[in-house]
């Protein structure tokens, strides 16, 4: 069973910058065979794909990502993480990070894959 952790959310000004982590539980399962990917949900809205980072080390962004977001891993410390720059009011939304153990190693954002997610953390970009 793998548990997932989020941290590093809070409330910031519009450019400026936070770092989210997703920490796996400590029980015996290789971190590095698992995709894990960053969603978020604002109210009213859907849930929505943010960036994947796959067991190879693929990454994948969503457009409204790209540029000012960057998902990285550090599998010995089981830990996923996602900086992002250039914080925008619409990047406010829950964050959440989720993770799948694939066939074949590769980034993705389909929420259909991932089995196991975590309870997520709060975003808040004021203008």
């Known amino acids: 069973q793998v548990h997932l952790v989020e941290s590093g959310g809070g409330s910031v000004q519009a450019g400026g910058s936070l770092r989210v982590s997703c920490e796996g539980s400590r029980n015996r399962y290789k971190y590095s065979e698992y995709s894990v990917a960053w969603f978020r949900q604002a109210p009213g809205k859907e849930r929505e794909g943010v960036a994947g980072?796959?067991?190879?080390?693929?990454?994948t962004y969503a457009e409204s990502a790209k540029g000012r977001f960057t998902i990285s891993r550090d599998n010995t410390e089981k830990i996923v993480y996602l900086q992002m720059n250039d914080l925008e009011p619409g990047d406010t939304a829950m964050y959440y990070c989720?993770?799948?153990?694939?066939?074949?190693?590769?980034?993705?954002?389909?929420?259909?894959?991932?089995?196991?997610w975590g309870q997520g953390t709060q975003v808040t970009i004021s203008s």
């Open positions: 980072i796959g067991c190879d080390g693929s990454t």
């Open positions: 989720a993770a799948y153990r694939p066939l074949v190693c590769r980034a993705t954002m389909s929420q259909t894959e991932f089995r196991y």
